[in-house]
Every structure is written in structure tokens, then in C-alpha cells.
């Protein structure tokens, strides 16, 4: 097995900046923090990294990310979590900074979740894997 890289990428600031770029997501809080005075109703698409692992032989960054998808409304809320899932998925086979983007798979999503930090947030989550060639 081959020693992983002395930095790996910052996968959440990569993502957020692949959202922050998506037209469909104009307007939107897009960051790895909920901002503050944020109550959950706003529009924002909160990123999270939840795991992963590395590939050592393949030298393969394979981190699972969360979105915490908020809206003023249901409705809202599940069309931001389209709109977000969309943009990562179409990084497939793009450069990202330094590293090139050999996959991307759905794990879970969009799906409902109440929310009990925000009780009047509107909120769905979606986990999407993504394959981060690290050189």
C-alpha cells in the first residue's frame, strides 16, 4: 500500500466552490458552516464531509459528502437539494484544483429529514461520494 499524500485535498472547499459556480444555486448560502443568525429557513446548502477513504495503490481520495439542504419551504428545500446534487454529479471526469474527478456516486438522497437544531427548518440531506484522483 502506498503512503497517502502529506495534503489531501480540501474536499469541502472544493465542493462549495463547485456549488458557489452553479447558476442554479445563485443566491444561496453555499459553506461547510451554517452562517450566523441562520435559523434553518433561509436558502443554504451546508457541506459536510462524513467519511471516506483512501485508496492507496490507486492513489484515490474517496470522501463521502453530506448537504444539508435548507428552504423557506419544503418545496424550496428539496429543489435546492436537486440543483446541488446535480452540479456535483456533473464534475465527473473534470479537474478540480489539482485533482481530477474520476467518479461520482450518489449514496443516499435527497431525502426529508426533520431538522432538531432549527424547528422551523425545511431540510433535506443528500450523501454523494466523490473519486478525487491525489497526486
Not at 58 to 85: C, M, Q, S
Request: net charge negative.
Amino acid at each position: 500500500m502506498t503512503t497517502p499524500p502529506s495534503a489531501f485535498p480540501d474536499v469541502e472547499k472544493l465542493v462549495v466552490d463547485v456549488l458557489k459556480a452553479d447558476p442554479a444555486l445563485a443566491g444561496v448560502t453555499v459553506a461547510a458552516q451554517a452562517p450566523a443568525g441562520f435559523d434553518g429557513t433561509q436558502s443554504a446548502v451546508l457541506v459536510n464531509r462524513r467519511g471516506g477513504a483512501w485508496i492507496g495503490d490507486l492513489h484515490v481520495d474517496k470522501p463521502l459528502i453530506e448537504f444539508e439542504v435548507y428552504g423557506p419551504t419544503k418545496t424550496t428545500a428539496h429543489v435546492l437539494a436537486n440543483a446541488a446534487r446535480k452540479a456535483l454529479l456533473a464534475t465527473i471526469g473534470k479537474q478540480l484544483g489539482a485533482h481530477f474527478v474520476s467518479d461520482v456516486e450518489e449514496q443516499d438522497g435527497p431525502r426529508w429529514m426533520p431538522d432538531y437544531l432549527y424547528r422551523g427548518a425545511n431540510r433535506y440531506l443528500c450523501v454523494i461520494q466523490l473519486s478525487l484522483n491525489v497526486f
